[in-house]
Nanobody, 121 residues
Framework: QVQLVDSGGGLVQPGGSLRLSCAASGSIFRINTMGWFRQAPGKERELVATITSGASTNYADSVKGRFTISRDNAKNTVYLQMNSLKPEDTAVYYC???????????????WGQGTQVTVSS
């Protein structure tokens, strides 16, 4: 069993910053790609950013230059530094990880429970 716990959301004014964290625990052999997705009310869940085990990153066009994804492989943790936040960034943010699970060494996707980010004055 694997658990992802994400945290760090909150209320911030436009132009402000937040840092999200997501820690994975459980029967983990290795974590491949980790990422962040978000879902605003009435909209579909969308990709925000991903990072491979080799630290290659990918960003949605809407967040390029403002958000930075990083990971600490020793802690099985992924971060999302969000700067210059806009009201349209308001959403529930979910972390995602592709985990190679012990003891069978099969790969499964896991999701965090979500953390609310609200950008408003």
């Amino acid at each position: 069993q694997v658990q992802l716990v994400d945290s760090g959301g909150g209320l911030v004014q436009p132009g402000g910053s937040l840092r999200l964290s997501c820690a994975a625990s459980g029967s983990i052999f290795r974590i491949n790609t980790m990422g962040w997705f978000r879902q605003a009310p009435g909209k579909e869940r969308e990709l925000v950013a991903t990072i491979t085990s080799g630290a290659s990153t990918n960003y949605a066009d809407s967040v390029k230059g403002r958000f930075t994804i990083s990971r600490d492989n020793a802690k099985n943790t992924v971060y999302l530094q969000m700067n210059s936040l806009k009201p349209e960034d308001t959403a529930v943010y979910y972390c995602n990880a592709e985990v190679v699970v012990q003891p069978l060494y099969l790969t499964y996707p896991y999701w965090g429970q979500g953390t609310q980010v609200t950008v408003s004055s």
